[in-house]
């Protein structure tokens, strides 16, 4: 079974349709890309997922459970919608690391104010302030960050605080880690780092789902590639099937990036 | 010269009991408004279209008319126009009238300040704390918070030195604050009548309590530099 099925999503701002009958499902362990040039809806379908944007029409299920159906309303109150972003992690294009806490505190923060909903909060305050350091600690060594845990957003590079946003997602254990252009504010040595990192996290057979401009990136390491096109999906499937297809439209898209 | 000498200590006994008086108020106004001002900025950003422009008219009509005729309405009013004098009578009653005056008056004007300066505050924080599953009320502790009172602390402190000098106003509705105090050496009281230089000298009172008060701001805005 699909740990993601997203079926019929549609999505209007206004009167202009950005998301038309969208459907696509990822397995779980794998990498999907979706690519199309700006305004095709990438990061509009990445919102909907993380419920951001509440999509007119469609079905979101993850692991067989629906999350979102526009046809069920106890699936869209305002307190149902926030548990169930927790399947979904979102890495922003623009970080959007909190200023005033620590690196570490960037990663610990959301995690510490979901315990203290737990029942036995009080009694084991301790030993859980200490579980979740402990983790936000591991997570930011395996960004590479060891050392930077008690510096502030600004005194990091756009590539480490991308690092760190990542561990920050990561923090929570989503079931599917969404990118929405994660690199596209970075300059090409820090993409490196940022890409690094996300391969490594292929690596483990995490669940991704990337919105890229990075091309040979896409290629490389997804399962499974979304060209989008005017909000709907044009062309799916294997990286080379999509990237080697002879559709009019994506080779004058892909033209641009060979120029 | 010897007159002045004579007269001061006298002079200065009688400024301080005012100036304690302005800074009650002054203290008073500060604690009723930081908070009353945060729920009318949340008011008038509220997406409740009844609730916002209630709120908005409201922030109109106090900072459309002069704080001084508004002591006069809100002390006034309830005893002459609906015969039920509720601030009750003497120095306790004008002093809660003006009270109240000032800290709606002020929250309004601090309403707008927070809201510019929970607006200031980039939406991908917000949007950065929902995808973590946040609260809102978190999200707004927890997240903006902090950047919004790094953003409003040069706006605020003009507010906040504005009031110190504003209290004087109170003395329309015979508050005993320091001005009131100042002046009446000029009418006369205790053995010293026709003296100006006591109004002046008042000066001084409000320009230490503005010179420590720049000095604590500026101490807070530097605390928060930690961050960008």
């Known amino acids: 079974m699909p740990i993601l099925e997203v079926e019929h999503i549609c999505k209007s701002f206004d009167r202009t349709e950005v998301l038309k009958d969208i459907n696509f499902s990822l397995e779980k362990g794998q990498v999907l890309s979706i690519i199309g040039s700006s305004g095709s809806g990438k990061t509009t379908l990445l919102r909907c997922l993380n419920f951001l944007e509440r999509p007119d029409r469609g079905v979101i299920r993850v692991d067989g459970k629906t999350l979102f159906d526009d046809s069920d309303p106890t699936t869209l109150s305002e307190g149902a919608v926030r548990k169930k972003r927790l399947h979904f992690g979102l890495v922003f294009q623009s970080f959007n690391l909190f200023p005033q806490y620590t690196a570490l505190k960037n990663v610990m923060l959301a995690r510490e104010l979901l315990a203290k909903e737990q029942p036995d909060y009080k009694a084991r305050k301790k030993e859980i302030q200490e579980e979740i350091q402990a983790q936000a600690k591991e997570l930011l060594t395996q960004m590479s960050l060891a050392d930077r845990m008690d510096n502030y957003p600004h005194q990091l590079s756009g590539g480490q605080c991308q690092r760190v946003a990542i561990a920050r997602a990561l923090a929570m254990e989503p079931d599917i880690l969404c990118f929405d252009e994660p690199t596209s504010a970075l300059d090409p040595e820090l993409t490196g780092e940022v890409i690094k990192v996300m391969k490594e996290l292929a690596k483990q057979k995490k669940t991704m789902v990337i919105v890229t401009h990075e091309m040979s990136f896409a290629r490389e390491i997804s399962d499974q590639v979304i060209f989008m096109d005017k909000g709907v999906v044009a062309l799916s499937g294997k990286p080379d099937e999509v990237f080697d297809a002879d559709h009019a439209r994506i080779r004058e898209f892909l033209g641009k990036y060979n120029q | ?228």
């Open chain 2, 1 to 228: 010269m010897e007159l002045f000498m004579k007269q001061l200590p006298i002079v200065v006994r009688s400024l301080n009991v005012g100036f304690l008086q302005t800074l009650k108020l002054f203290f008073v106004t500060l604690i009723g408004a930081f908070p009353l001002g945060l729920i009318i900025a949340f008011g008038s950003m509220s997406r409740f279209k009844p609730l916002s422009f209630f709120t908005r008219v409201i922030v109109w009509v106090f900072r459309g008319t002069p704080l001084m005729i508004q002591l006069l309405i809100i002390y006034y009013f309830p005893g002459l126009v609906l015969h039920n004098p509720i601030w009750g009578g003497g120095e306790s009653g004008r002093f809660l009238a003006a009270s109240v005056s000032f800290i709606v008056n002020y929250a309004c004007y601090f309403s707008e300040i927070y809201r510019g300066g929970i607006q200031g505050v980039p939406v991908g924080q917000e949007e950065a704390g929902l995808v973590l599953g946040m609260t809102k009320s978190q999200i707004f502790f927890k997240v903006t918070f902090l950047q919004m009172i790094k953003r409003i602390i040069p706006p605020m402190s003009n507010e906040i030195i504005t009031l110190v000098k504003d209290t004087s106003l109170a003395r329309i509705i015979a508050l005993q604050e320091i001005i009131w105090a100042g002046q009446a050496f000029m009418k006369g009281s205790q053995g010293i009548s026709g003296a100006i230089w006591p109004l002046f000298f008042t000066a001084i009172y409000y320009l230490v309590c503005n010179g420590i008060l720049t000095l604590l701001l500026g101490a807070l805005e530097k605390k928060l530099d930690y961050f960008r």
